[in-house]
């Protein structure tokens, strides 16, 4: 059985994150992405659980997901692509914040590690937001 789109750039992001690990973090790609949805970034946010967030770059959207007890992926927030206007990353002592900003005045944010994903994620946005094809 071929792999979807969604499951192919899952797994290629998932080899450049310490932080993502886990049986939970393969069903993102069935259960919050479409089948031919890419990835073109992602960040774990730094909480002190085990069921921690993150925030996807997609070619459609931008999701910030969090699992459940259960294991399952749950939407708490997204933005179209074309609604989105900018991202901007503080740097902090420990952890760093990622933001997003909507065209219509909404944000979305998440604390991160400081381990570079943050500064990724936000060069992906403002690359596509400046009107640059997808880096995939």
């Given at each position: 059985?071929?792999?979807?789109?969604?499951?192919?750039?899952?797994?290629?992001?998932?080899?450049?994150?310490?932080?993502?690990?886990?049986?939970?973090?393969?069903?993102?790609?069935?259960?919050?992405?479409?089948?031919?949805?890419?990835?073109?970034?992602?960040?774990?946010?730094?909480?002190s659980v085990e069921n921690e967030p993150a925030l996807f770059v997609t070619?459609?959207?931008?999701?910030?997901?969090?699992?459940?007890?259960?294991?399952?992926?749950?939407?708490?927030?997204?933005?179209?692509?074309?609604?989105?206007?900018?991202?901007?990353?503080?740097?902090?002592?420990?952890?760093?914040?990622?933001?997003?900003?909507?065209?219509?005045?909404?944000?979305?944010?998440?604390?991160?590690?400081?381990?570079?994903?943050?500064?990724?994620?936000?060069?992906?946005?403002?690359?596509?937001?400046?009107?640059?094809?997808?880096?995939?």
């Amino acid at each position: 059985m071929a792999m979807t789109r969604a499951q192919q750039t899952l797994m290629e992001e998932m080899k450049l994150h310490r932080h993502f690990g886990g049986s939970s973090w393969f069903s993102v790609a069935t259960e919050i992405l479409a089948a031919q949805e890419g990835i073109l970034a992602g960040v774990v946010g730094a909480t002190s659980v085990e069921n921690e967030p993150a925030l996807f770059v997609t070619d459609q959207r931008v999701i910030l997901a969090k699992p459940r007890l259960s294991g399952a992926w749950k939407v708490s927030k997204e933005f179209a692509a074309a609604d989105v206007a900018g991202a901007e990353l503080t740097k902090r002592m420990l952890t760093n914040k990622v933001t997003v900003h909507s065209r219509f005045g909404d944000s979305l944010s998440l604390k991160t590690h400081d381990d570079g994903h943050g500064d990724r994620l936000v060069d992906v946005i403002r690359h596509l937001v400046a009107g640059g094809a997808p880096p995939r």
